[in-house]
T-cell receptor, first 116, second 113 residues
């Protein structure tokens, strides 16, 4: 079974700084997808960024980028120029392609606070 | 394009009562998922539909839980004889077939007292 581990339960950063959130996963599959989701307090789970395992190029979305190390099974999220609105729980998630359901397996999450 | 919508957003019920949650997926998304999230944890998979067929259920889904998706459109999740341990947020999500991306609703909070 796949597992996702987020070892940092909480981080804080000053506005405009850069922060990196770490995530490791375990799987025997060779083709899969990795995601970072953001969940602001009492609000909806929002997709931040997606990485396809067969693509070597790291995904980027504006201020958000990932460092995907397939051999190490590591998938970190870098947030540049942090904004107050980035304050949220961040979840790393894995989606396998075997079995057909494409369900997500989540880590426990990390609480990020951006301070003014 | 409306997102995934869930109703009710909040429900407080007494132990032993039945509750039902409704989810309307993004239109034309034929895959629909239910997840459960407790405080301080990531969401856990409960069940998944492709169109009207329920194709996978987690062992977390006890026989007090039942989900349906008639006609492959909206879905309902019913919890019978609620217990305090059922208190959680129930998240619905949808995706297009082999779209490899899942979109979540705002969740339905359940408190069992």
């Amino acid at each position: 079974a796949q597992t996702v581990t987020q070892s940092q339960p909480e981080m804080s950063v000053q506005e405009a700084e850069t922060v990196t959130l770490s995530c490791t996963y375990d799987t025997s599959e060779s083709n899969y997808y990795l995601f970072w989701y953001k969940q602001p307090p009492s609000r909806q789970m929002i997709l931040v960024i997606r990485q396809e395992a067969y693509k070597q190029q790291n995904a980027t979305e504006n201020r958000f980028s990932v460092n995907f190390q397939k051999a190490a099974k590591s998938f970190s999220l870098k947030i540049s120029d942090s904004q107050l609105g980035d304050t949220a729980m961040y979840f790393c998630a894995f989606m396998g392609t075997q079995g057909g359901s494409e369900k997500l397996v989540f880590g426990k999450g990390m609480k990020l606070t951006v301070n003014p | 394009d409306t997102g995934v919508s869930q109703d009710p957003r909040h429900k407080i019920t007494k132990r032993g009562q039945n509750v039902t949650f409704r989810c309307d997926p993004i239109s034309e998304h034929n895959r629909l998922y239910w997840y459960r999230q407790t405080l301080g944890q990531g969401p856990e998979f409960l069940t998944y539909f492709q169109n009207e067929a329920q194709l996978e259920k987690s062992r977390l889904l006890s026989d007090r839980f039942s989900a349906e998706r008639p006609k492959g459109s909206f879905s309902t999740l019913e919890i019978q004889r609620t217990e305090q341990g059922d208190s959680a947020m129930y998240l619905c999500a949808s995706s297009p077939y082999q779209g490899h991306t899942i979109y979540f609703g705002e969740g339905s909070w359940l408190t069992v007292v």
